[in-house]
Structure formats: structure tokens, C-alpha cells
């Protein structure tokens, strides 16, 4: 079976950093998704994450490492509209199906 | 990133009928999915919709409730059926693009009374 965990709840100052942690214990693991939603809005695509290491892109950054079943999303220079779900997702095996973490909602303050 | 659209965006159900969702990707892809996000929680993956063959369904979903379409490489269609208030939820469409994203449509705002 799959098991992916997130924190539940975090909170934030305006301009601070935040790193939001998700592990996993799944088989036929491909690969990591990361996605930002914004309540009654859809899932926005962030980050996908294959090999080991950390792909930044702009204020957000994705780090994965494969043999410790553990990603995390870094958000720098926080802004009041980050303020939104984080969903950590797996994708496994051969239909490239993601399975979603219970997501991380985020609350910036000033 | 591929364009995807939902029809209806929401909609209030009587309990017994049955609702069909479509959704209209604006390039064709490969893979599409349907997920359900029930109030409060996060996105369940329904059924891979394949192209001219029977769409693949999680563990806890069968046809006879969830019959899915998928006539083209940019069109598919979920039928939620013998609707029940525990079927109200969102339900999300799903395409992989070329360049290994993955993105979700507007969804479906489904409320049974």
C-alpha cells in the first residue's frame, strides 16, 4: 500500500521562508509532485521531482531523496496569496497514477 | 501547459440520478484521469480513462457507478450514477502533458440532496 505524510497545518510570517515536508513509503515509485490549492480552486502544478536532489524554480524550490522516502517544498520570500493547500503526490507504477498526501495547509501572516 | 475544461462546473442533484461530467483538453495527451476531492480532504484518484478501451479503476470504484468515456485524445467523460448524498464532492479531471506535467481542470462542484 502507499503511506504519504504532511504536516497538517503550518504557519508563517510575510517574507520568511517555510519548508513543508512530506514522506512516503510506497512501491514503484516514479516519481513526486507538488501542487499549491487555493480553497474552491483546482490543484495548480508546482514541481515534479525524479531524481535525487533540488530543482528550484523561482521563489520554490522541490528537494526528493528516492532512498529516504522524503521530499520537501521550500517556499522563499512568502507572500499573503501563498497562503493555500500544499498537496505532496506520488506517482507509482506503470499507469503513472498519482496518490495524494492529506496536504498541508499554509497560513502567511504579517 | 495543456488548457482543460470541465462542463458543468457545479450542480445540485436529486438522490437516484445520475450526472455525466465532461472534460475538453485543448491538445491531445495520452493519459487522462478523474479524481474526487470530498469536502475538506485531499484528491482521490477514481479511474485511468484509456483511449478506445475500458477505463482502469481504483481500489473502491467500479464501472456501474463511475462509467467513464474516453472516445478521443481529448475528450472523456465520468458519469456519477444513482447519485447519493456521500457522491457530493469535486470532481477533478486530470491530463499528463508532453513535458511530464500534470494538470487538473477547473472540476465539477457536485451537490446531492
Known amino acids: 500500500g502507499q503511506n504519504i505524510d504532511q504536516p497538517t497545518e503550518m504557519t508563517a510570517t510575510e517574507g520568511a521562508i517555510v519548508q513543508i515536508n512530506c514522506t512516503y513509503q510506497?512501491?514503484?515509485?516514479?516519481?513526486l509532485f507538488w501542487y499549491q490549492q487555493h480553497a474552491g480552486e483546482a490543484p495548480t502544478f508546482l514541481s515534479y521531482n525524479v531524481l535525487d536532489g533540488l530543482e528550484e524554480k523561482g521563489r520554490f524550490s522541490s528537494f526528493l531523496s528516492r532512498s529516504k522516502g522524503y521530499s520537501y517544498l521550500l517556499l522563499k520570500e512568502l507572500q499573503m496569496k501563498d497562503s493555500a493547500s500544499y498537496l505532496c503526490?506520488?506517482?507509482?507504477?506503470?499507469?503513472?497514477?498519482?496518490?495524494f498526501g492529506t496536504g498541508t495547509q499554509l497560513k502567511v501572516e504579517l | 501547459s495543456a488548457v482543460i475544461s470541465q462542463k458543468p462546473s457545479r450542480d445540485i442533484c436529486q438522490r437516484g440520478t445520475s450526472l455525466t461530467i465532461q472534460c475538453q483538453v485543448d491538445?491531445?495527451?495520452?493519459?487522462m484521469f478523474w479524481y474526487r476531492q470530498q469536502p475538506g480532504q485531499s484528491l482521490t484518484l477514481i479511474a485511468t480513462?484509456?483511449?478506445?478501451?475500458?477505463?482502469?479503476?481504483e481500489s473502491g470504484f467500479v464501472i456501474d457507478k463511475f462509467p467513464i468515456s474516453r472516445p478521443n485524445l481529448t475528450f472523456s467523460t465520468l458519469t456519477v450514477s444513482n447519485m447519493s448524498p456521500e457522491d457530493s464532492s469535486i470532481y477533478l479531471c486530470?491530463?499528463?502533458?508532453?513535458?511530464?506535467?500534470?494538470?487538473f481542470g477547473p472540476g465539477t462542484r457536485l451537490t446531492v440532496l
Open positions: 510506497t512501491s514503484g515509485f516514479n516519481g
Open positions: 486530470s491530463v499528463e502533458d508532453a513535458v511530464e506535467g500534470r494538470f
Open positions: 480513462a484509456n483511449q478506445g478501451s475500458e477505463a482502469t479503476y
Open positions: 503526490a506520488v506517482e507509482r507504477g506503470g499507469g503513472n497514477k498519482l496518490t
Open positions: 491538445s491531445q495527451v495520452t493519459m
